[in-house]
């Protein structure tokens, strides 16, 4: 197994997940999430808040635990073997790299509202869509990301804290100077109610307006922990951190939106509301024409800061996805100079300009990503607890307090807001998941064959299970959710409850000690006997062995 080297510390790391959180979501969800579901947009951010919270004690342990370059594809296949490793895997790397992508194109869609007629061509109102030259201009925006990060980790690490920094301030500005400059308690009463859409509107909220998409940033720490100093100490800190202070931020933006919304842009109601460019219209209506400048720049240094970050991530996940052996070798070479899986990356940017040209406009793609990602989510859960018995002596000695407790309610509101993200979109995107599989097996074969695949066949048939119940609960499920109405409104809720952790439980007692489990702790242990000095002395990583509990 190749290495890379260990440079990103505690600070660098935190302002990773920071980055990669806030990108074009905060440009775009306040809008999305409150024409779903009203004032009570709110609530939606504080749930999906809780959720990715949750998930991420859980990954936090994981990353710590095996402190590998594109974790989030490998956890699931240490714990359950290659089949359950794939599926997981390739709901991570959809989810993820077409996040690159949307990045460059919400950029433009914002360029688009400059006050220069040229600009005016670059996005088309009546279609949602890039035009030509809109996708021209996304797809150098795309090539500069890769460019960033082509050589080294740390000027990576270096351009990201600065652009973070800048994206923490100037949606903090926004959101004041619209707080200061016109704010209508009213908008939360009013127009229907704090709840003009119904409870189901706000989880249909988290699910489709681009709130999880918006907090799935906090993964780019776990990817990343192969290459920091002390994982042990850095991933928990990084992955909570960044949770934290986006949330701040966005519920500051999103309660700005609200109140600053006058009665002319209310006049047909929540449901109606279609902004080009959200805040930066909203600062121009109030004469900001300052903040409206410094949003157009803002719509550059948010989603290219993500888009930086995304494109370092993904190139981790191929080359993860690699040396699981479920793609050709070749995507596992790193660099001998700049230590960076080269190979890995331009992979994913002719998969990026394969998106972009798919998907041209940013609310296209928002949905699909949200419950891909709601679906990379389910695995993380049930491998952390299953380590805590099939290998607690194994990896570093990170442990979450609460585990039990915490990742079983991670996987059910997992499962309730992939629920609510609507059928058939969850049909749609569970096929997508699904069509991988054919890869799978040319892999699994081509690598290792058929001998022993009952064991791996066999730890998987909760996943599949658990697939087609979801599949079938949200064909069947209420008209609120876009089922045909069989299981009613909030009895479909308590059904996807019950069932998901029952599934969790099931896929905790099919884990396993697999050969990639045993693999994974030799080589651990391999680096950390490397790590030791001559002297007796430990480096960063061997200092990270004594047990720690959060």
């Known amino acids: 197994m190749q290495k890379l080297n260990r440079n990103i510390g505690t600070f660098g790391l935190m302002m990773t997940g920071v980055g990669s959180i806030i990108g074009s979501g905060w440009l775009f969800g306040?809008?999305?999430?409150?024409?779903?579901?009203?004032?009570?947009?709110?609530?939606?951010?504080?749930?999906?808040?809780?959720?990715?919270?949750?998930i991420g004690l859980v990954y936090a342990e994981l990353g710590a635990?095996?402190?590998?370059?594109?974790?989030?594809?490998?956890?699931?296949?240490?714990?359950?073997?290659?089949?359950?490793?794939?599926i997981s895997g390739w709901s991570n790397w959809i989810a993820i790299v077409s996040v690159i992508p949307i990045e460059a194109e919400a950029s433009i869609q914002y360029m688009s509202?400059?006050?220069?007629?040229?600009?005016?061509?670059?996005?088309?109102?009546?279609?949602?869509?890039?035009?030509?030259?809109?996708?021209?201009?996304?797809?150098?925006?795309?090539?500069?990301?890769?460019?960033?990060n082509f050589w080294t980790v740390q000027l990576f690490a270096r351009v990201n804290t600065f652009i973070t920094v800048l994206k923490f301030a100037i949606p903090g500005l926004t959101a004041i100077a619209l707080l200061c400059s016109g704010f209508h308690s009213e908008n939360f009463s009013q127009h229907g109610g704090f709840t003009p859409f119904g409870w189901s509107g706000v989880l249909t909220a988290v699910a489709t307006s681009g709130i999880v998409f918006a907090f799935n940033g906090f993964t780019s720490p776990v990817n990343l922990a192969g290459e920091v100093k002390r994982p042990n100490r850095s991933v928990p800190i990084a992955v909570v951190g960044s949770i934290l202070l986006a949330a701040v931020i966005y519920l500051?933006?999103?309660?700005?939106?609200i109140g600053s919304l006058t009665p002319a842009m209310l006049a047909n109601g929540f449901a109606h509301l279609n902004f080009d460019s959200p805040f930066a219209n909203l600062a121009m209506a109030f004469g900001l024409n300052?903040?409206?400048?410094?949003?157009?720049?803002?719509?550059?240094?948010?989603?290219?800061?993500?888009?930086?970050?995304?494109?370092?991530?993904?190139?981790?996940?191929?080359?993860?996805?690699?040396?699981?052996?479920w793609l050709a070798k070749s995507f596992a070479h790193v660099h001998p100079k700049w230590r960076i899986p080269r190979r890995a990356?331009?992979?994913?940017?002719?998969?990026?300009?394969?998106?972009?040209?798919?998907?041209?406009?940013?609310?296209?793609?928002?949905?699909?990503i949200s419950i891909a990602t709601l679906l990379s989510y389910t695995t993380g859960p049930v491998s952390a607890l299953a380590f805590r018995d099939v290998a607690d002596g194994?990896?570093?000695?990170?442990?979450?307090?609460?585990?039990?407790?915490?990742?079983?309610?991670?996987?059910?509101?997992?499962?309730?807001?992939?629920?609510?993200?609507?059928?058939?979109?969850?049909?749609?995107?569970?096929?997508?998941?699904?069509?991988?599989?054919?890869?799978?097996?040319?892999?699994?074969?081509?690598?290792?064959?058929?001998?022993?695949?009952?064991?791996?066949?066999?730890?998987?048939?909760?996943?599949?299970?658990?697939?087609?119940?979801?599949?079938?609960?949200?064909?069947?499920?209420?008209?609120?959710?876009?089922?045909?109405?069989?299981?009613?409104?909030?009895?479909?809720?308590?059904?996807?409850?019950?069932g998901s952790l029952a599934f969790f439980y099931w896929g905790v007692r099919s884990a396993w000690v697999t050969p990639y489990l045993e693999r994974a702790q030799t080589d651990y242990e391999t680096e950390v006997r490397a790590s030791a000095s001559p002297l007796g002395r430990t480096s960063?990583?061997?200092?990270?062995?004594?047990?720690t509990t959060l």
């Not at 300052?290 to 191929?318: C, E, H, K, N, Q």
């Not at 997508?432 to 097996?441: A, D, E, R, T």
């Open 394 to 498: 194994m990896g570093s000695s990170v442990r979450v307090k609460g585990l039990k407790i915490l990742a079983p309610i991670a996987f059910v509101m997992a499962s309730l807001i992939l629920y609510a993200g609507k059928w058939p979109s969850t049909g749609r995107v569970i096929f997508v998941i699904l069509v991988g599989l054919p890869i799978y097996l040319f892999f699994q074969y081509r690598n290792e064959g058929f001998k022993g695949f009952g064991k791996h066949l066999k730890s998987s048939i909760w996943m599949i299970a658990y697939l087609a119940f979801m599949i079938l609960v949200s064909f069947l499920g209420s008209a609120q959710f876009g089922g045909i109405q069989v299981i009613p409104y909030g009895i479909d809720l308590l059904v996807v409850a019950v």
């Open 540 to 547: 960063d990583a061997a200092a990270d062995l004594p047990s």
């Open 252 to 257: 500051l933006l999103q309660v700005a939106f």
């Open 30 to 54: 306040a809008q999305k999430a409150v024409v779903v579901a009203g004032p009570a947009a709110i609530v939606a951010w504080i749930i999906g808040m809780v959720m990715v919270l949750f």
């Open 290 to 325: 300052w903040l409206a400048i410094i949003l157009f720049a803002d719509a550059f240094v948010s989603p290219s800061g993500t888009g930086i970050t995304y494109t370092a991530t993904t190139a981790r996940m191929i080359f993860g996805i690699s040396e699981n052996g």
């Open 113 to 148: 509202s400059w006050p220069f007629a040229w600009t005016h061509a670059l996005y088309s109102t009546s279609s949602q869509t890039l035009t030509a030259t809109g996708l021209w201009l996304a797809a150098v925006l795309v090539f500069i990301y890769f460019l960033i």
């Open 345 to 368: 990356m331009w992979a994913n940017l002719v998969i990026a300009y394969l998106f972009l040209i798919l998907f041209r406009g940013w609310g296209q793609l928002s949905t699909v």
């Open 65 to 86: 635990r095996f402190p590998e370059s594109g974790g989030m594809v490998r956890y699931a296949q240490y714990s359950h073997g290659s089949v359950i490793g794939f």
